[in-house]
């Protein structure tokens, strides 16, 4: 199975019911992954992005710590499945010279990641399942002659549906006041 390594473009935040969505980006292409993740999640990945120093450690710096005292390194994390509306992640760190899977949500393997500026990455199959393209002007999902992932196939009746409840929630977010994007 191909993976496409990403990048975090930016955490949005919904006015309407707070919620937040990190907004994974391809680094190759501008294919954009949007996960919904929760406040303190979303806290723990913006405090970094942002450089901001905290007076104590978060769960994850303490996760992160403890990786490193055991001998430790995170090689990666994979966005690898989305199941029901539900994304898993695995994060792969290397061990006494060889690697190990661990199972996580998205959220927190996101939040390690930058932790420790490690790569990225999104299977395929999740890219072609939930990837979108965004207007660079407005932030929205380009829904109009869309192709789904790139490949050329018309999305189906389907996966319009699926994105038109994305579109609604999209609709409510601040994309100005509350994009924490990367300098």
């Known amino acids: 199975m191909a993976m496409i ?3 975090i473009d930016s955490i949005r935040v919904s006015l309407m019911n707070y919620q937040r969505v990190v907004i994974l ?30 007076p104590r450690p978060l769960t994850h710096d303490l996760l992160h710590s403890v990786i490193d005292a055991l001998g430790a390194t995170i090689n990666s994390i994979i ?3 989305l199941k029901s509306d539900t994304f898993y992640a695995k994060i792969i760190l290397n061990v006494d010279g060889g690697e190990m899977e661990i199972d996580s949500r998205p959220s ?9 500026e490690a790569p990225i990455y999104a299977e ?20 109009e002659g869309m192709e789904a992932g790139g ?12 994105l038109s409840a994305f579109q609604d929630f999209i609709d409510t977010l601040d994309l100005d006041e509350l994009d924490n ?3």
Request: proline share 4%.
């Open 5 to 7: 390594e990403m990048t």
């Open 25 to 54: 980006k391809e680094k190759m292409s501008e294919r954009y992954l949007p996960i919904w993740i929760g406040p303190a999640e979303a806290d723990a990945i913006a405090v970094k992005l942002q450089g901001v120093d905290v």
């Open 79 to 81: 966005v690898s499945e």
């Open 108 to 116: 927190d393997a996101l939040a390690l990641a930058v932790r420790d």
């Open 124 to 143: 395929e199959a999740v890219l072609d399942k939930a990837g979108i393209l965004l207007d660079k002007e407005t932030g929205k999902p380009i829904t």
């Open 151 to 162: 490949k050329g196939k018309k999305i189906s009746e389907e996966e319009m549906k699926r």
């Open 181 to 183: 994007r990367k300098s």
